[in-house]
């Protein structure tokens, strides 16, 4: 039952993390499929908020007047990245690969041009090099792109032609541009392979429970596993996984 189940879901970045953070908790999502109520922080909100103008910009061209920080933000992203028209532009645009592995991203903003431009923007945390170089989003939407993204665009896409950027609209003159090779092309793709064949390998009741209670202190199984909702400690980094559901469609039916 358990691959039949793991068969039909696309790996994406909320996967992937959920399943390094938490063995068990991937288990309950995934294959259990115990979807919990989440409340959505103020701060995650606003993030939402900022996506939604990010693709009403890029669509339309036109940057709606907001208050406040979000309004601040949406001219930052103006002066940021101003729309182009001629430019082949393409915001919150999901990708999937269905090869001998399933894997699912959405991109927050595609710039197809000489290169391939990736942006992404971070709204919740000051964007740190020796973070992003190698997370798992990186080495995820990179790695997808140069699989699948050739066929989204129309043209082949080879690893070089790839660079993504992290930006966030509270520190507009601090980009982190990293680009790709075939190197870590490769080097990536044998990287998910791997932890998706552990996945699909493992027996139902070695799906281990973390062992660090901080990730057990925003988890929404807190109540099965400790009896209690957890509290939420403010000072873990647990942006990958303050991701809505939503954002995401990972199973296919
Ligand atoms: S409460 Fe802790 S042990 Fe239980 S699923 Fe969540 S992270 Fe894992």
Redesign the pocket.
């Given at each position: 039952m358990l691959n039949r189940i793991l068969s039909r879901l696309s790996f994406s970045q909320l996967s992937f993390s959920t399943y390094m953070?938490?063995q068990?908790?991937f288990r309950?999502r995934y294959v259990e499929q115990l979807y919990w109520p989440q409340v959505m922080s103020e701060e995650v909100e606003l993030g939402q908020a900022f996506h939604t103008l990010s693709e009403r910009y890029y669509l339309t061209g036109e940057m709606d007047n907001y208050p406040g920080l979000l309004g601040q933000w949406g001219r930052n992203l103006k002066e940021f990245y101003p729309y182009d028209s001629s430019l082949e532009i393409f915001p919150e645009q999901q990708v999937r690969f269905n090869g001998d592995i399933r894997l699912v991203a959405k991109y927050d903003l595609l710039v197809n041009g000489e290169k391939l431009l990736i942006y992404d923007w971070k709204t919740t945390k000051k964007i740190k090099r020796s973070y992003y170089e190698n997370s798992l989003q990186t080495l995820l939407y990179r790695y997808l792109m140069a699989e699948a993204g050739g066929e989204y665009l129309g043209r082949i896409i080879k690893p070089r032609d790839i660079i993504m950027c992290y930006w966030n609209p509270s520190f507009p003159r601090e980009p982190l541009y990293l680009p790709y090779d075939e190197i870590k092309y490769r080097r990536d793709g044998k990287f998910l392979r791997d932890i998706i064949n552990e996945i699909m390998q493992k027996p139902w009741d070695e799906f281990f429970?973390?062992t660090d209670?901080r990730?057990?202190s925003y988890?929404e199984?807190?109540p099965?596993?400790?009896g209690k909702p957890?509290e939420g400690e403010t000072d873990f980094d647990a942006e990958d996984l303050s991701l809505s559901w939503d954002d995401i469609d990972e199973f296919l039916v």
């Open positions: 953070a938490c068990l908790k309950r429970p973390v209670e990730i057990c988890c199984y807190s099965i596993c400790h957890g």
